[in-house]
């Protein structure tokens, strides 16, 4: 079968990568000390589902991956008006990523397309549907953001979250090793940032997203993001940052196919390095201040 997923286009692409990347793919095999269960050393990347446009983009790094984050989503599925049963995502070792014997069906490629075995692609869905359940329902980490949201717009659903990269783990270092994350510096000050060609790959993908989701304004509440936004292939300007108005309006801009549009470099809204109260005042009120609101 051919992949039929939302988003298939771009989903077929982060499939395509991981397949072609079966070495850069892995991470340091972690386990939880609570539950014992085993974080698998080859994930599934995050898949993408729909996505909301026209609002706040808030752009991390990558997912993270923990047992007691996957048993938090899988009970507020089950409390959904409508609720929802996972049959293949059970834990978190569920998110270990298939051989190629479970993913492909043993037939010709189809003008030179893979296909995949059904139990795959329904494997792929589920993941884009966890995702969803993930930003309905998982506050620990997205609650800020709808109260942001709120806030700028008087509709807690006006915004989106995408990450850089696609690969899944809770170390930062681990995924640094994964995209050969390096810094050009000169006389103290980063000059520039390069990846090899998996991290460039992913986050040609990011760059595209970024586009088809024409976003008002951009929040990037990550510093290792950050870095990589504001340096990457500084020289090319692969993507083009202008600081020209810094002083009078108090944020950058970014060049997209829609305009130039306001972004702005925040610490993480979540977990023990979350911006405090007051600051993260000053940031609704900076983003509200950039949509002209």
């Known amino acids: 079968m051919v992949m039929e997923v939302e988003n298939k286009e771009i989903n077929e692409q982060i499939i395509r990568l991981w397949e072609e990347n079966p070495d850069k793919i892995k991470c340091p095999e972690k386990k939880n000390k609570k ?3 085993k974080i698998p050393n080859k994930c599934f990347p995050l898949l993408i589902s729909e996505f909301n446009k026209g ?36 834990d978190v070792e569920s998110f270990e990523w298939w051989p190629e014997e479970k993913r492909e069906r ?18 792929c869905n589920e993941l ?5 359940v993930a930003k309905s329902r998982y506050n620990k980490y997205f609650k800020k953001l709808k109260e942001i949201s709120k806030y700028v717009f008087g509709d807690e659903n006006k915004w989106e979250h995408i990450d850089l990269f696609f690969y899944r783990t809770t170390s930062q270092d681990d995924l640094k090793k994964c995209i050969n994350y390096k810094e050009k510096m000169s ?10 060609e998996f991290g460039k790959d992913q986050l040609e993908i990011s760059l595209g997203l970024i586009d088809m989701i024409e976003p008002k304004v951009i929040v990037v ?11 990457y292939d500084a020289a090319n300007k692969k993507i083009k940052i202008d600081d020209s108005n810094f002083e009078k309006e108090g944020f950058h801009r970014v060049e997209l196919s829609n305009g130039k549009i306001p972004i702005l470099f925040t610490s993480m809204l979540s977990g023990q390095r979350a911006l405090d109260l007051e600051s993260l005042r000053r940031l609704k009120w900076q983003i509200k201040k950039a949509v002209g609101k």
């Open 187 to 196: 006389k103290s000050k980063i000059q520039s940032v390069s990846l090899n």
């Open 221 to 231: 509440a990550n510093a290792l993001s950050s870095k990589i936004i504001m340096y």
């Open 55 to 90: 609002g706040i983009l808030f752009i991390g790094l990558n997912p993270s991956l923990s047992d007691d984050g996957v048993k938090k989503i899988l009970e507020e599925a089950k409390k959904l008006p409508v609720p929802k049963e996972f049959r293949f995502i059970k």
């Open 128 to 132: 884009i549907d966890f995702e969803k």
């Open 106 to 123: 043993k037939v010709k490629k189809s003008n030179g397309k893979r296909q995949y075995t059904e139990e795959f692609i329904k494997m």
């Open 35 to 37: 539950s014992k269960k």
